[in-house]
């Protein structure tokens, strides 16, 4: 845990008592605040109260007295519409802030020189997080891995000089956090997200940039044109910054090179310095980091790990050892060249479509609760299906997707089970050379036949695990 100091002896009003919420006020009790905390939702609020952290109906409450209003990420600030105690917090004129924004100014208080790096973007920042933690661990780093990705990041140990923290920071997050000054701020990618929590996109962009914007180095995606305007600002300000690719040679920054090799692609990681490119990496043969999202997601790890003081080959070894993360591309087994791969997290097109550059010969189960747009921005990956099987609420929309496109072979198997069974039928019956993909990359939110991504993710993996012949990585 990291105790929050900066307010003691200070009352605290504090909204959100889930995951975050509860460690936050955890970390707040902790470091001498007088915490007030709410939420709407009544186990929460007996959980709370269980650890001896004080519920007060904040409706009720004489805000004169609060210091300061922590919110939890999933409350919104804006939009749709602003949360009640936002109006109670501005009618008497305090802060609104988050847990981010707690950690940062413990940060300046006790170690304000402690390394941490902090990753955002619509799209590949968990596995990117996950990738940066892994490299720094194996290369010996004391690393505290956390934020919108496993634990809250009051729950990690505090900032010291000697000890990096890698922190994911959603959308919500880096909105209640107005002085977060990272010293590496990384910015991979923006696409439409959110934006009934933003109200319209140019805003949702400009949330992303404060990350980067108060970052001692900043590493950002140039592979959309948002994210590359957000470069052009950075350089303009004469500010540290490192741009990166995964589609595009750089004169300068960060790179991946992707080359076919005997039916297969290499990609190299290329760093360029003063003009002179340099080959640090291949992620050839790395099924932990398979694909053109990857080659951002390593390429985003190299500048941040370099940044930090790791070498070249330092980087490359952790990059040799990385597990990858449960749900995204995640390479689960095979039965013979037929290789099955969990994607739940693609839950818009946007994901998906990474996934669909990762393979030539792919039998697709997709479907669900649809994103805006669907998945009409994939057609041109579709000469890579071999065949389709579609699931959930979104199968009369995408099958009329495919047939205005032309030439994709699918059915509708109305759920997970059905269409794991058909799709390793016809992939283990599918001609030619080389390996073949039962691929799991919906394109769409779960929450039509399931709770949430994970839940999906784990009931691909069952039902894939208990196929005849099947083998997974690292059996045997």
């Known amino acids: 845990m990291t105790p929050v100091t900066v307010f003691a002896g200070r009352r605290v009003a504090l909204f959100g008592l889930g995951g975050s919420g509860l460690a936050t006020a955890r970390a707040l009790v902790a470091g001498g605040a007088e915490v007030a905390a709410w939420d ?15 519920v007060v109906d904040l409706a009720q409450a004489d805000w004169s007295g609060f210091a300061v209003l922590v ?63 892994h490299v720094l661990r194996s290369a010996g780093r004391d690393v505290q891995m956390g934020g919108n990705i496993g634990t809250a990041v009051l729950a990690l140990a505090p900032p010291a000089a000697n000890r990096i923290h890698v922190v994911e920071c959603s959308s919500y997050q880096i909105d209640l956090a107005p002085s977060m000054a990272p010293s590496v701020g990384i910015q991979m990618n923006l696409t439409p997200d959110h934006l009934d929590r ?16 108060g970052a001692d180095i900043a590493v950002i995606g140039v592979d959309d044109e948002p994210s590359k305007q957000m470069a052009r600002r950075r350089a303009a300000t004469g500010r540290l910054l490192v741009k990166i690719s995964g589609e595009q040679p750089l004169d300068e920054g960060v790179f991946a090179g992707i080359t076919a090799n005997a039916g297969t692609l290499d990609t190299r990681i290329v760093q360029v310095r003063a003009g002179r490119p340099k080959v640090v990496a291949n992620l050839a043969g790395i099924g932990s ?3 053109s999202h990857n080659a951002q997601n ?32 995640e390479e689960i087994g095979r039965i013979g060249r037929v290789v099955f791969i969990n994607d739940s997290k693609a839950t818009n097109a946007d994901s998906t479509e990474k996934a669909l550059t990762s393979f030539r010969d792919i039998f697709w189960i997709l479907g669900g609760k649809a994103k805006e747009g669907g998945i009409e921005s994939l057609t041109r990956y579709f000469p890579n299906i071999a065949k389709a099987y579609l699931i959930g609420a979104a199968s009369d929309a995408f099958a009329a997707t495919f047939d205005e496109a032309g030439g994709v072979a699918y059915e509708r198997s109305g759920t997970l089970d059905v269409a794991v069974a058909a799709a390793t039928r016809d992939a283990q019956m599918h001609g030619g050379e080389g390996e073949i993909a039962v691929l799991l990359s919906p394109a769409c939110a779960s929450f039509d036949q399931f709770p949430n991504f994970e839940v999906r993710g784990e009931a691909f993996r069952g039902l894939v695990t208990g196929l005849p012949g099947f083998v997974g990585f690292g059996a045997g």
Request: hydrophobic share 45%; charged share 20%; aromatic share 6%.
């Open 40 to 54: 709407d939702n009544q186990a929460s609020r007996d959980k709370a109260a269980g650890e001896g952290i004080a």
């Open 71 to 133: 919110l939890a990420p999933g409350v919104p600030l804006t939009h749709p519409q602003p949360h009640w105690t936002v109006g109670k917090a501005k009618a008497v004129g305090i802060e609104i802030i988050g847990d981010i924004e707690l950690f940062f100014r413990e940060r300046a208080k006790i170690a304000p020189a402690a390394p941490v790096v902090c990753i955002t973007g619509t799209n590949g920042k968990s596995t990117t997080t996950a990738l940066i933690a």
């Open 198 to 213: 933003h109200g319209t996109f140019e805003h949702y962009g400009a949330i992303k940039e404060r990350l980067v914007a």
């Open 289 to 291: 980091l398979r694909g």
């Open 298 to 329: 390593a390429a985003a790890a190299f500048a941040a790990c370099f940044a930090l003081g790791l070498t070249a080959e330092e980087i490359a070894a952790g990059f040799k050892s990385y597990p990858g993360l449960a749900h995204r591309m």
